[in-house]
């Protein structure tokens, strides 16, 4: 089973920032379409952002300005940076992996990715 592993996740102040990783030891994450998903108990899973294997990358609307999806193949890493925390940023969020092209479309369908890890929880304290 492809495995892939987030990290990251914590109990954070409202207006914080935080980082969170995508990693696997079973392939290189840099040969394919890496997304950010976000799920709240009771709600479909979102999707929050993309990136393709040459760098591009798509964010959903609700993120734009504030949330950055990068690379670093050394590391064999992809990680979403959240800057300014909201109240709508709580959640599980779930790094998966595809095979297109990213685009905006792509990053707000889970239909485009096959591989999926198991999560990071984000709780903003109230």
């Known amino acids: 089973q492809v495995q892939l592993v987030e990290s990251g996740g914590g109990l954070v102040q409202p207006g914080e920032s935080l980082t969170l990783s995508c990693t696997s030891s079973?392939?290189?994450?840099?040969?394919?379409?890496v997304g950010w998903f976000r799920q709240v108990p009771g709600k479909e899973r979102e999707g929050i952002s993309c990136?393709?294997?040459?760098?591009?990358?798509h964010y959903a609307d609700s993120v734009k300005g504030r949330f950055s999806i990068s690379r670093d193949s050394d590391k064999n890493t992809v990680t979403l940076r959240i800057d300014t925390l909201r109240a709508e940023a709580p959640g599980t969020y779930y790094c998966?992996?595809?095979?297109?092209?990213?685009?905006?479309?792509?990053?707000?369908?889970?239909?485009?990715?096959?591989?999926w890890g198991q999560g990071t929880q984000v709780t903003v304290s109230s």
């Open positions: 998966a992996r595809g095979s297109s092209v990213c685009s905006a479309v792509v990053a707000a369908r889970s239909y485009f990715y096959h591989h």
């Open positions: 079973e392939f290189m994450l840099d040969r394919y379409l």
């Open positions: 990136i393709s294997t040459a760098g591009g990358a």
